[in-house]
């Protein structure tokens, strides 16, 4: 294996509250190679911003708490430092690009203030050399006559340009590893198409790595070389980009992708929803998680969890946390293109499911209505 | 079955038959000519003065078949949620009119308008801002029963419990609190509740955004089928270009207050006229490594000008990469350039 640039293993971030013990993020391993972008998928609650937090320690403690595991950036454990060490480590070494650029930037600072200010203070610079650094930074994403708008405030900032300075921000220090939560989420698709047209290119003039969390598939499809899909603070499927498109498995993976209408593909007359909710990650159910929403589902599923295995029959680096797509098991084989906005096929597999012995329902949420 | 191949959008399944509903056609539930809804700006502390003008949405026309759905789409900004409103008289349009079955609703009076929303109603984009917290789910659905003097006493609770039931609820859910559902739980109560009066029109004001991706089809396809069985018509506004293709009949692109273009379902995401439209499409992703490294986007540069002083001539002027000198000088008429395909630009089409 390739020199990874960061190693995450087992990493177990919980949330103590009132309530109980939130388990957002449930023994998540993953590694990111130099100048690689991995893509992490899921829904809201699946853990995917709890991860990017954990690995800049910037778990608000409390209530939260990284309870074990390791994280090694460039050879040395990130859990294990002080806070000095770690201060050193963000925004110098990993810098962050938030979901939301209005909320992020300091209002009552200048432009220059909040990007100079990591330029003093990790890189050292004086004064001058650091606003000179700033304002080749605001050049370098595209901000339209940077010199005269160092010195504005973020609110004379339209949407789209504050997040090139979050952007700006973030590349200051050269770092090794970007995270990027959600970056485009709060913009609009004209403005998201430049943002990830910008990203793409700085990652490979600069070959810095990254990892993009978004709920969007078609944001990673054009970004990353490899895709992590998270649910229930864990990761359900991890293979290449390619590979996960064209042969996903996990039936998570493919709820998502069947249940967002898509502008290349003919219109479908129904869509096909994950019925349920995602689930409670205070009591999360004991087997597999997505066992109460999964139409694949079988016993085993309710009573045991499934590891993250490779699947039978695809690439090598493509893993998936399902008893189905294991050794032996009842999706190994299935082609999920069959079965994309069939309805046809999902009433099979519907009518399969209802012979099967009958299963107490969790939740009090009956079925929707039949037309009548 | 290769699904997922990057083949051109043939849209079989669209069997229905195109109707001949223009403007003014008879046929309409909805006819909005020349809509502006200007929101005044002012300076001054005791006196105020106005010293101009938000454009949120400046002169346009469009109309509405019964039972069919018009998508809104545009970029945040563009008046599309302000169109909305001041269709349903929520503001007070500036000017222009808009008729409901063939009633000229900026003339009515309070009373009567108020019986006008009987027939149509709003279901808003944020399920955790639009229901009143401290009120049970039953009290929230019953209030426009009674409001409207639909229902009262044990009538009331039956109906509220249909319609949970309708929306996909479990009707015995009527004394719990908003708090205790989730999102897409919360945006059924409000669809519940827009239900309740049984309009013939509803406006959707971006319903599912505020949702999580595997929540959004639940809802999309609830639409769809509370559509069919109960014969709504709807207007419904949103970002999403995939989605609006998937709910819409018709769909009308917006930018900075004004409809750019207007046209089939499949001849706007098949033949988009209008350089914005073009853009517009290119720039949504879709989850497909092999044809997002194929694909050609039209980037546009720059950001959408101020509605406070927009741009002379046409609005899109300044962004667009087809732009003369005519552009900048004279706004584009909004003319039908093919049957049923309006578009509102000096150079239409490729």
Same mark, same amino acid.
């Given at each position: 294996m390739a020199q990874q640039l960061l190693e995450v293993t087992n990493l177990y971030t919980q949330f103590f509250t009132r309530d109980g013990v939130v388990r957002a993020v449930d023994g998540v391993t993953f590694e990111v190679a130099a100048g690689e972008t991995l893509g992490i998928v899921g829904e809201s609650g699946c853990g995917k911003s709890v991860t990017a937090l954990s690995l800049m320690r910037l778990i608000p403690q409390p209530p939260g708490k990284i309870v074990k595991g390791s994280i090694m950036f460039d050879g040395a454990d990130v859990l294990k430092m002080d806070d000095d060490e770690v201060r050193s480590i963000r925004g110098n070494n990993i810098a962050m690009i938030f979901q939301d650029p209005m909320t992020s930037l300091n209002p009552v600072l200048t432009i220059s203030r909040q990007i100079s200010e990591a330029l003093e203070l990790h890189l050292k610079m004086d004064k001058s050399e650091a606003r000179k650094r700033t304002i080749e930074l605001l050049d370098l994403v595209n901000i339209p006559s940077a010199k005269k708008r160092?010195?504005?405030?973020?609110?004379?900032?339209s949407g789209g340009m504050r997040q090139r300075v979050m952007i700006a921000m973030a590349l200051s220090c050269n770092p090794k590893l970007i995270l990027a939560d959600e970056p485009t989420t709060a913009l609009d698709v004209t403005i998201q198409a430049q943002i990830l047209d910008l990203l793409k290119n700085l990652a490979r003039e600069f070959r810095t790595a990254f990892i993009l969390i978004t709920h969007d598939l078609g944001v990673v499809a054009g970004m990353t070389q490899r895709i992590h899909v998270m649910y229930g603070g864990k990761i359900v499927e991890k293979a290449d980009t390619a590979e996960l498109f064209a042969n996903p498995k996990m039936p998570y993976t493919w709820g998502l992708l069947r249940s967002i209408p898509r502008l290349d593909e003919r219109r479908k007359a129904k869509l096909v929803p994950i019925e349920g909710l995602p689930p409670d990650l205070i009591a999360p159910p004991p087997g597999c998680r997505f066992e109460p929403r999964c139409q694949y589902r079988r016993d085993i599923c309710k009573e045991k969890e499934p590891e993250l295995e490779h699947i039978p029959n695809s690439k090598p680096d493509h893993e998936a946390r399902c008893w189905g797509t294991q050794q032996g098991g009842w999706l190994v084989d299935t082609d999920w293109h069959k079965e994309v906005g069939d309805t046809r096929v999902i009433e099979e597999i519907k009518q399969e499911i209802a012979q099967l012995p009958p299963e107490p329902k969790p939740g009090d949420i009956p079925p929707p209505p039949v037309a009548m | 079955m290769a699904v997922n191949t990057p083949t051109k959008p043939a849209d079989p399944d669209f069997v229905r038959i195109r109707s001949t509903a223009t403007f003014d056609s008879g046929k309409n539930l909805l006819d909005v000519k020349a809509l502006k809804m200007h929101f005044p700006l002012t300076q001054g502390i005791?006196?105020? =003065?106005? &010293?101009?003008?938000? $454009?949120? &949405?400046d002169g346009i026309d469009f109309f509405v078949e019964k039972s069919e759905t018009l998508g809104l789409v545009g970029e945040s900004g563009c008046g599309k949620s302000t169109t909305g409103r001041a269709i349903l008289q929520l503001y007070k349009p500036t000017a222009g009119e808009v008729k409901f079955d063939g009633v000229e609703l900026t003339k009515l009076g309070g009373e009567q308008m108020r019986k006008m929303r009987r027939r149509m109603q709003m279901i808003f984009q944020d399920p955790y801002a639009s229901l009143?917290? =401290?009120?049970t789910v039953g009290n929230i659905i019953g209030e426009p029963l009674e409001v409207h003097n639909l229902a009262s006493g044990k009538e009331k609770t039956e109906r509220v419990q249909e319609l949970l039931r309708v929306v996909g609820l479990n009707p015995y859910f009527t004394n719990r609190y908003p708090h205790e559902f989730s999102g897409g739980q919360r945006q059924r109560i409000g669809i519940a509740r827009a239900l309740a009066v049984e309009p013939e029109f509803i406006v959707c004001d971006e319903p599912i955004s505020a949702l999580d991706v595997s929540i959004q089809a639940q809802v999309i396809n609830l639409l769809e089928e509370l559509q069919d069985r109960f014969k709504l018509t709807y207007l419904f506004i949103a970002h999403d270009l995939s989605v609006v293709r998937h709910i819409s009949d018709r769909v009308a692109v917006m930018y900075l207050g004004k409809i750019v273009e207007l046209a089939d379902r499949v001849d706007l995401y098949e033949r988009p006229l209008h350089p914005y439209s073009q853009a517009l499409l290119s720039a949504v992703p879709i989850p497909d490594p092999a044809i997002e490294s194929k694909r050609k986007r039209i980037i546009l540069t720059g950001d959408v000008p101020s509605p406070v002083n927009p741009p002379s001539g046409c609005r899109f002027h300044t962004r667009c990469w087809k732009a003369q000198q005519i552009c900048s000088e004279v706004d584009p008429e909004f003319i039908?350039?093919?049957? $049923?395909h309006w578009a509102a630009c000096h150079f239409p089409g490729a």
């Open positions: 160092v010195d504005d405030y973020p609110h004379q900032f | 005791i006196f105020q =003065r106005q &010293v101009g003008a938000v $454009r949120a &949405v009143n917290p =401290r009120m039908e350039h093919e049957t $049923r």
